[in-house]
Each structure stands twice: as C-alpha cells, then as structure tokens.
C-alpha cells in the first residue's frame, strides 16, 4: 500500500469530515493526516481497526508460544489430550 495517496493536511479533514469518513469506510485503507507538513496522525475505518487489533493479538499469541518453546515448556500431544478428554464433560 502506498500511504502517499492517503496524505491529507488536517485542513482537509476539518473542511470534508464527512467524505473523509466515507473513504475511509469504502475503501478501508489508512489515511495519514499532517499538520504544518509533518505527519501527525493516522486514521482509519472501525472495521480495519478492530481486524489490526485481532491480528496483534494472534501474533501475541504466537510470541509467547514460541517463548514457551525456546523455554522447553512444552509437552507431549499425547499427554495434552489425555488430559483434556479427562475433564471433557458428559453429553447429556
């Protein structure tokens, strides 16, 4: 993705809130808002923002199980599912 077709001044924003919001939704890509010239702030849609949090939280996931790992705090398949299949609890 190129962010230099998402620069905005933060006058832009201000005058064209609204449109701002819409391309925002349709096209559910970043735009970068600069004030005095210098990048300032990113916005984005709800939509891409609860996908990027989800995303990190998977890759946080995935980290700390690669830690465990490297920590040999790890067990055998065999033994995780024996133990589950003990506290699975009864169909009724």
Known sequence: MRYSTQIRP???????????????????????????GEAKAVIQDVATYEQTQETLALLKILALGNQQIS???VRPLAEVARRLRGKALPED
């Open 10 to 36: 933060i006058s832009y924003l201000k005058a064209n809130a609204a449109e701002v919001l819409q391309e925002l939704t349709d096209q559910r890509r970043p735009m970068v808002i600069t004030q005095n």
């Open 71 to 73: 920590q040999g705090r």
